[in-house]
């Protein structure tokens, strides 16, 4: 009993450290997405930015130098918005992904505690005539497990209500930004 007591401890132990290790790996990818698309973004602002930036050096008409400046202005605007779509875009999916992990170690946490109440009631001869504690523990697990559902399903609402907003102030945006260049 005392050797599967250890196992147990030792397994335990190992689903930690792989947790962590996901859990860690999960947040390293996020970080290296929002390093790429900032790193890349950079570097797209300084080749638009230079390209502009000879353009009006060449420009002989006063008129033709300020439309210059504002298209390179809303050409930001546009590539801004754009970075923060895909900004918010990288940090849901590592939220998603964070949840999912959560999730799992929630539900393996859980059905080692039915597993250790199921152990203890078959050593304890009063446990064996009377279930209520395990049948207890069970049963909160079973809450436990709706209220996460119920709380999940809100997260998903409120994610895709967000998405579909942020979508439409992009474009809404980006449209406001070209009717404003167009109009100079």
Not at 11 to 24: D, I, N, T
Not at 50 to 56: D, H, R, Y
Not at 101 to 123: F, M, P, R
Request: with cysteine; net charge neutral.
């Amino acid at each position: 009993m005392i050797h599967k007591k250890n196992e147990r401890i030792a397994e335990a132990a190992s689903e930690s450290v792989e947790h962590a290790k996901e859990f860690l790996q999960t947040s390293i990818s996020g970080i290296e997405k929002i390093a790429k698309l900032q790193l890349d973004s950079s570097k797209a602002m300084l080749e638009k930015t230079s390209q502009a930036l000879k353009e009006m050096s060449q420009a002989t008409d006063p008129k033709d130098f300020f439309t210059r400046i504002s298209q390179l202005a809303t050409n930001s605007v546009e590539s801004n918005i754009c970075n923060c779509k895909e900004m918010y875009e990288i940090l849901s999916e590592v939220q998603n992904n964070v949840g999912k992990l959560i999730e799992h170690h929630l539900h393996n946490t859980q059905q080692h505690i039915a597993d250790a109440v199921d152990g203890l009631s078959k050593y304890s001869p009063a446990a064996a005539h009377n279930n209520g504690a395990s049948e207890s523990i069970k049963s909160w697990i079973d809450n436990t497990n709706q209220a996460i559902n119920t709380m999940q399903n809100m997260a998903h609402q409120i994610t895709d209500f967000t998405t579909k907003n942020i979508k439409a102030a992009t474009e809404a945006s980006v449209n406001a930004s070209k009717r404003a260049t167009a109009k100079k």
